[in-house]
């Protein structure tokens, strides 16, 4: 069976029955059999779940009543809650957590016919740009499987990359799901915040985390989005008034006429200089598309990399807290309920874990609170007012994904700084609240190049315009070697 294929053809070819949703799983399960022993993508997978769902699909498919994702499969990133199935966000200290209830995002899927896939690595609690803190080893990038393949949604972006599944869901708190889109070479989306609710989702810093798509195209993730998107009324920050427009059509709208923005702080010195070469190259073909090239400036993008260091970890010290040896996951025995606690966190968290923890207690306590979390918010609202000055300027803004290439597993993990600059091109998004969408735009020394697009808030549809009319003429289609071994 053809994995490489669209997943809208997939989907098409299920509605038609000209293929099966259970023989469509098996091939897929095939393929993660051969492949996920070399990528460590997934962390669990039920063979038995999956192609009991598989059948279901079959049975309502054959009766006519196909659901718009009716039979496709979808991995999710292992920080989503799936009912019965183990949800540990990579962390030790989870372990043996089963969720007594899906999260939003997932029951969504559900009620589109969609097949659950399994449950992909990822950076513990998210906290990472690696994908190399995970309790289960590291993922491997399937261009390079000695190369890191972005974090903290790494399972996900590889598993798609792969062939080993048609789409995935992610998180995107800093860059989760845009720099390990851009390693790996898929279309990774984040949305507005509030577009997707967050019930469900394990909590690292709530003002930030959001949930997202990947897929190998444009259109296969506009089509995942609108699936996941929606109004939640048991999550406060859901948004009741912004209903997903008809993202599909928004595709073939092409960008004549559009105003792009091209950010002079997006484009250091230190950034290399054949991502640079790429991007420019990119934006002359949307000038030939009709687009208007407009250099703009984003002044307070230096503050986004430290700001962001203080809110997300500060979040992250009271979202973690909960984790105590009590109440579920791991616990180390003891008879004195302090040491409980103090046994059961220094043996559950990892490393990174605990630095971040440890800063955002800092950043909070008494004392400090003015001078570090109250001025990274007063920062953070520089950051918003930059956003929404530009965007009376022009319609998008187009920047590089990631300052590299993918980078070699072990490379940073010594070097916190280093490893927290790689997302130093996508933590403003996530500080402003506002949709970003990284697409592959060249292969340079076998690894993929990326360039990010940002819209407004609630204008996932320019994303949506702009890429997929740079994406049809690129003709650009990566397909990684692991998938020829």
Known sequence: MELNLSARELARRLQAQEISAEALAQAFLARVKRLNPKLNAFVFLDEDKVLEQARASDARIAKGEARPLEGMPVAIKDIFCVQGEPTTACSRILQGFR???DAFVVQKLREAGAVLFGKTNMDEFAMGSSNETSAFGPCRNPWDPARTPGGSSGGSAAAVAAGMAPWALG???????????????????????????RRGIIAFASSLDQAGVFARDVRDAAMLLAAISGHDPLDATSAADAPAPDWQQACEEGMRGLRIGRPKEYFPETLDARIRKAVDEALEHCARLGAEIVEISLPHTEYAVPAYYVIAPSEASANLARYDGVRFGL?????????????????????????????????????YYDAFYKKAQQARTLIRRDFAEAFQEVDVIATPASPT?????GERTHDPLAMYLSDVFTIAVNLAGLPALSMPIALIDGLPAAMQWIAPAWREDRLFQVAAALEDDLGLRLVPPVEEA
């Open 331 to 367: 616990r180390v025995a003891s008879s004195e309920l302090e040491e409980l606690y103090m046994r059961t966190r220094a043996e559950g968290f990892g490393e990174e874990v605990k630095r971040r923890i440890l800063i955002g207690t800092f950043a909070l306590s008494a004392g």
């Open 171 to 197: 998180t995107d708190t800093g860059g989760s799901i845009r720099q390990p889109a851009a390693f790996c070479g898929v279309v990774g989306v984040k949305p507005t915040y509030g577009r997707c609710s």
């Open 405 to 409: 290439l993918a980078f070699r597993l």
């Open 99 to 101: 969720p007594p209830y």
